[in-house]
């Protein structure tokens, strides 16, 4: 069971980066997914929010307008679309998973990704 991030990396204020997370070993559909960030020496936060059919979303209001989160049951992949990006969006962005319906472990993380915003 596990929790894979990818697409962190470097990019320039106002640049895009995509992260993707792929889910393995349960039942991505019955969970709710999530996008976590945290910065050096602060808490970890929520910036994303997908139900597990995909159908609500929430947004951190740091982050409303500029980053979409999605996901693709039939692959067991949820993504975040960050674009505008800024300075303060530094961090390392973690994937959650939640369950919602059926049996199972209650939640995952990932290991995390790294987004550096830099000139």
């Known amino acids: 069971v596990q929790l894979v991030e990818s697409g962190g990396g470097l990019a320039q204020p106002g640049g895009s980066l995509r992260l993707s997370c792929a889910a393995s070993?349960?039942?991505?559909?019955?969970?709710?997914m999530s996008w976590y960030r945290q910065a050096p020496g602060k808490e970890r936060l929520l910036v994303a929010y997908?139900?597990?059919?995909?159908?609500?979303?929430n947004y951190a209001d740091s982050v409303k307008g500029r980053f979409t989160i999605s996901r693709d049951n039939a692959k067991n992949m949820v993504y975040l679309q960050m674009n505008s990006l800024q300075p303060e969006d530094t961090a390392v962005y973690f994937c959650?998973?939640?369950?919602?319906?059926?049996?199972?472990?209650?939640?995952?993380w990932g290991q995390g990704t790294q987004v550096t915003v830099s000139s």
């Open positions: 959650y998973a939640r369950r919602v319906r059926g049996l199972g472990r209650l939640d995952y």
């Open positions: 997908i139900a597990d059919a995909g159908g609500r979303t």
């Open positions: 070993g349960f039942t991505f559909s019955g969970y709710a």
